[in-house]
């Protein structure tokens, strides 16, 4: 059962896939889309550090996430500039899963302030033809 929930997870966000990403600012849910990439038991979603979801993620880091069939809930927290040495392995994954736009001029990974978001997972429910798994199925080795 597990081995399906994982594959499921990589069928559906182990590429550029888009979810909703919600916050918290001033007591008060925010969402957005972002693209992101599933690895793991984390998503990886390139952004700037400047941005309101980075302001309200280092205020408040529990975050919530969803997309097909998918809800989660996890820590948010920035792994710093996209560019810096450690961040060498996930971001040359994320050049080839964000091909089609990364550098088209939206993002530039050599700025200091594009930065790679890692959302750790905490609790998860994942729904795959009428079945449904929690975190320790979508997480299990």
């Not at 001033?26 to 984390?42: C, I, K, L, Q, W």
């Not at 097909?68 to 080839?96: C, H, M, Y």
């Not at 530039?108 to 790679?116: A, G, L, R, W, Y």
Request: a negative charge; proline letters at 4%; one cysteine or more.
């Amino acid at each position: 059962m597990s081995e399906q929930a994982r594959a499921a997870m990589r069928e559906r966000f182990g590429r550029d896939a888009l979810i909703a990403l919600a916050t918290l600012a001033e007591g008060e849910p925010r969402v957005r889309t972002v693209d992101a990439y599933y690895e793991d038991g984390a998503f990886y979603v390139i952004t700037h550090a400047a941005s309101g979801k980075m302001r309200q993620i280092a205020a408040h880091p529990r975050v919530a996430v969803c997309g097909d069939w998918f809800t989660g809930e996890g820590v948010a927290e920035s792994l710093g500039p996209a560019a810096l040495p450690e961040n060498g392995p996930i971001l040359g994954k994320l050049r080839q899963v964000f091909a089609s736009w990364l550098d088209n001029g939206h993002s530039d990974v050599s700025d200091p302030q594009t930065c790679i978001l890692r959302i750790r997972l905490t609790s998860a429910v994942l729904m795959v033809h009428g079945v449904c798994w929690g975190l320790e199925d979508v997480l299990a080795e």
